[in-house]
């Protein structure tokens, strides 16, 4: 076979390293003063805190109205109320936890059979999750917040009624919930990549996994204590009247976030000595040009909906997140984030078997407070794989001249691996022998920060990755994270009573971290994969492009 042309095979390196998804030039060398500086200087750069870092993705230069553009208390408002339902959303999941021996005796049910309801809950999320977001790409984010919310309020009005009425009605309710929250998981971080920059996107992913995993975890407890005074239908009555209020900070705070305007790009290609070189797109010039629109009025910010993409065609982007199952790295992060998640599950539908007989006794209030451990963990967990996660794959993105690659976060998932193992051992242990029952409550602590790092690598690897696809990847993550706790829901309580609750927690815990473990090809050729996608362009072969 004749050799191709050196300069042609350059030129395909070239190409391809500029098309590799995920990998951006981050840190602007400010002591270089030749033409690649001039160049980096032209764009905009971080204005509190180190200054040579780049902002990317670029603000629109010629529109006041882009998210990116938005003053911090804009957004943080934006950020809190899209947390606030998010919380609330991750509420009302295992809020019957506290309340598992009251509605067993109510409906005349095992725990098992109660636990099926939560199953109901959970692939209902997955399923409606592939319905709601393509209107949220079409439509905008602000639609689907609002619509979401009122049905989800509607749908604990129902569950405080049928709580006291027969199971049918019960489960049935619960489904229409799952149906209608499903977007707290796929929306959200969304709403993150729309508002905010790649240098602290990490931090503001893990306070929204916090938000979902604090949401599960302190559910339980603050219904462990309304469970006990007033009845588990007063649980459901309550969180209605905080899904209500946040219904209205949205409607009047929270304005649309997704940007159908132009924005400066940069691209990155090897030079002839193989050292890599950004080198900006020529609209990056236009930063100069006068501006085009004029700003919103708080007014205009609050309609409901915009009239539509017209090239978003909404078939294709119910399809696209079931190509995306044909990405590693996308079907890596749904088990990481899955498998984190499914702690949760399993604390929520085992803690009344768990603590309620001897010798522990636990009654409603105290197996809520059970919950409180599980969330300061969550809050060392965010913490790490936060703050803690950005500064490590800011420390490799300086060694690697500037340039961000997505796996320069993945070192964080040694410790979440470490802390998910000797949590669930700690856990374990602990209960089989019988110890006080501060053991297993500090287990389940530790074992949750390793819970709560593993949502957010799972989150912010794909997003980092693939952002262009932030929607479909939300949908697909949240779809199979669905599914993998609906399995739980089907086998904990009577895997336990066969096998016990150390080899239990021990057989979940070693999945965990085997899938933790295979990081390491990803951290070692996962830009390989990321360029052999590009080349692959399943949605173009699909025709979903």
């Given at each position: 076979m004749a050799q191709r042309p050196k300069q042609e095979a350059q030129d395909d390196v070239a190409m391809d390293f500029r098309a590799a998804p995920g990998t951006e030039i981050l840190f602007d060398d400010s002591n270089r003063h030749d033409a690649l500086a001039?160049?980096?200087?032209?764009?905009?750069?971080?204005?509190?805190?180190?200054?040579?870092?780049?902002?990317?993705?670029?603000?629109?230069?010629?529109?006041?109205?882009?998210p990116?553009?938005?003053?911090?208390?804009?957004?943080?408002?934006?950020?809190?109320?899209?947390?606030?339902?998010?919380?609330?959303?991750?509420?009302?999941?295992?809020i019957m936890a506290a309340g598992m021996i009251q509605l067993s005796k109510t409906f005349d049910m095992t725990l098992q059979q109660l636990s099926y309801a939560n199953g109901a809950c959970l692939i209902n999320q997955g399923i409606w999750n592939c319905v709601w977001m393509p209107f949220a790409v079409k439509y905008g984010r602000r639609?689907?917040?609002?619509?979401?919310?009122?049905?989800?309020?509607?749908?604990?009005?129902?569950?405080?009624?049928?709580?006291?009425?027969?199971?049918?009605?019960?489960?049935?309710?619960?489904?229409?919930?799952?149906?209608?929250?499903?977007?707290?998981e796929s929306i959200v971080p969304s709403t993150i990549a729309d508002i905010f920059f790649l240098h602290n996107r990490g931090e503001f992913v893990a306070?929204?996994?916090?938000?979902?995993l604090g949401g599960n975890e302190l559910g339980p407890m603050f219904s462990g204590f309304i469970v006990q005074a007033l009845g588990m239908n007063w649980a459901f009555w309550i969180v209605a009247m905080f899904i209500g209020a946040n219904l209205v900070c949205m409607f009047f705070f929270m304005p649309e976030t997704k940007f159908v305007g132009h924005r400066p790009s940069l691209?990155?290609?090897?030079?002839?000595?193989?050292?890599?070189?950004?080198?900006?797109?020529?609209?990056?010039?236009?930063?100069?040009?006068?501006?085009?629109?004029?700003?919103?009025?708080?007014?205009?910010?609050?309609?409901?909906w915009n009239h539509g993409d017209p090239n978003v065609n909404l078939l294709h982007i119910f399809l696209r997140p079931f190509v995306l199952?044909?990405?590693?790295?996308?079907?890596?992060?749904?088990?990481?984030?899955?498998?984190?998640?499914?702690?949760?599950?399993?604390?929520?539908?085992?803690?009344?078997?768990?603590?309620?007989?001897?010798?522990?006794?636990?009654?409603?209030?105290?197996?809520?407070?059970?919950?409180?451990?599980?969330?300061?963990?969550?809050?060392?967990?965010?913490?790490?794989?936060?703050?803690?996660?950005?500064?490590?794959?800011?420390?490799f993105t300086k060694r690697n001249n500037g340039i961000r690659e997505p796996e320069m976060r993945l070192p964080t998932c040694f410790v979440a691996a470490f802390f998910t193992f000797f949590g669930a051992l700690w856990f374990g242990l602990s209960y089989e022998h019988q110890m006080h029952w501060a053991?297993?409550?500090?287990?389940?602590?530790?074992?949750?920060?390793?819970?709560?790092?593993?949502?957010?690598?799972?989150?912010?690897?794909?997003?980092?990755?693939?952002?262009?696809?932030?929607?479909?990847?939300?949908?697909?993550?949240?779809?199979?994270?669905?599914?993998?706790a609906w399995i739980w829901t089907w086998v904990i309580n009577d895997f336990i009573v066969s096998c016990g609750v150390l080899s239990v927690f021990m057989t979940v815990a070693t999945i965990?971290?085997?899938?933790?473990?295979?990081?390491?090809?990803?951290?070692l050729k996962g830009k390989e994969i990321r360029l052999w996608l590009h080349r692959k362009n399943f949605f173009e072969a699909t025709g979903l492009s």
């Open positions: 001039n160049k980096l200087h032209q764009l905009e750069h971080r204005t509190k805190g180190d200054s040579r870092v780049l902002l990317v993705p670029q603000p629109s230069t010629d529109d006041p109205n882009d990116l553009r938005w003053s911090t208390m804009k957004k943080s408002l934006t950020f809190f109320n899209g947390c606030w339902y998010a919380f609330m959303g991750g509420i009302t999941g295992p639609p689907v917040y609002l619509f979401s919310a009122l049905l989800m309020g509607i749908a604990c009005i129902w569950l405080a009624v049928a709580s006291t009425e027969t199971y049918t009605i019960f489960i049935v309710g619960r489904a229409f919930l799952g149906a209608f929250e499903a977007p707290i306070i929204y996994g916090l938000a979902v691209h990155l290609s090897p030079s002839h000595d193989g050292h890599v070189s950004p080198e900006p797109k020529d609209k990056v010039q236009i930063e100069e040009s006068p501006s085009q629109s004029s700003k919103k009025t708080f007014l205009e910010e609050l309609k409901f199952l044909a990405f590693p790295p996308v079907v890596w992060s749904c088990f990481v984030y899955g498998l984190a998640l499914s702690w949760n599950v399993i604390l929520g539908a085992t803690v009344a078997q768990l603590f309620a007989p001897p010798p522990y006794l636990f009654n409603s209030d105290d197996q809520g407070l059970f919950f409180l451990s599980p969330f300061v963990g969550s809050l060392v967990g965010v913490f790490l794989s936060g703050p803690g996660g950005d500064w490590i794959a800011n420390f053991m297993p409550v500090v287990g389940a602590g530790i074992l949750s920060v390793g819970s709560q790092m593993g949502t957010t690598i799972g989150m912010n690897y794909a997003l980092d990755c693939h952002q262009e696809l932030s929607v479909e990847i939300m949908i697909t993550i949240a779809a199979l994270k669905s599914a993998i965990n971290v085997a899938i933790y473990l295979t990081c390491i090809p990803f951290y």
